[in-house]
């Protein structure tokens, strides 16, 4: 097929998936009490760092995390239709608030993680306890809208 000059970019939680990733793992794991307690009180992202550290000496592994995240619903149209875009030559990309852990986990077992030329999204990764940390990006530091459109703007000139 001949390449495209298509390129999509879009959102994961409650775009790809039909809900919310960091939600989904924690309802599941059994501690939304603690996370609804904590959410007004931190960064989300500083949250499920938060979050996975608790789980972690609660005695839940990275295996339990993996299973559970590989349970989140994907409409089988969406699947389709990600695989139809990419097979059409369309670059197809995600920004997202999530982070890798999750992003990679879900879309390789859905058979999607090659259809996607880049991932855009929090970092997160496994340490040697065997525990997800989950670090801070920009949007996560709180900066003002305003500022991000300002340097939207600003690296929009220069392209």
């Known amino acids: 097929m001949a390449a495209s000059n298509v390129v999509?970019?879009?959102?994961?939680?409650?775009?790809i998936l039909d809900c919310d990733s960091d939600n989904w793992v924690v309802d599941k794991l059994g501690a939304t009490e603690l996370f609804n307690e904590l959410l007004?009180?931190?960064?989300?992202?500083?949250?499920?760092?938060?979050?996975m550290k608790k789980l972690h000496i609660q005695g839940t592994k990275i295996e339990d995390i993996v299973a559970v995240l590989k349970r989140?619903?994907?409409?089988?149209?969406?699947?389709?239709?990600?695989?139809?875009?990419?097979?059409?030559?369309?670059?197809?990309?995600?920004v997202s608030d999530a982070n890798v852990f999750f992003i990679d986990t879900i879309l390789k077992h859905h058979g999607l993680?090659?259809?996607?030329s880049e991932i855009n999204t929090n970092p997160s990764f496994v340490d040697e306890e065997g525990r997800?940390?989950?670090?801070?990006?920009?949007?996560?530091?709180?900066?003002?809208?305003?500022?991000l459109i300002l340097a939207l703007q600003t690296c929009a000139r220069v392209l």
Do not use: W, Y
């Open 113 to 116: 993680k090659e259809c996607f």
């Open 40 to 51: 007004p009180t931190m960064p989300l992202n500083s949250l499920m760092d938060r979050m």
């Open 8 to 15: 999509v970019v879009m959102d994961f939680d409650k775009t």
């Open 72 to 94: 989140n619903p994907i409409h089988p149209r969406i699947i389709q239709a990600i695989k139809s875009a990419h097979a059409l030559g369309s670059d197809l990309k995600i």
């Open 132 to 147: 997800l940390r989950s670090s801070l990006t920009m949007i996560s530091l709180n900066i003002p809208m305003d500022i």
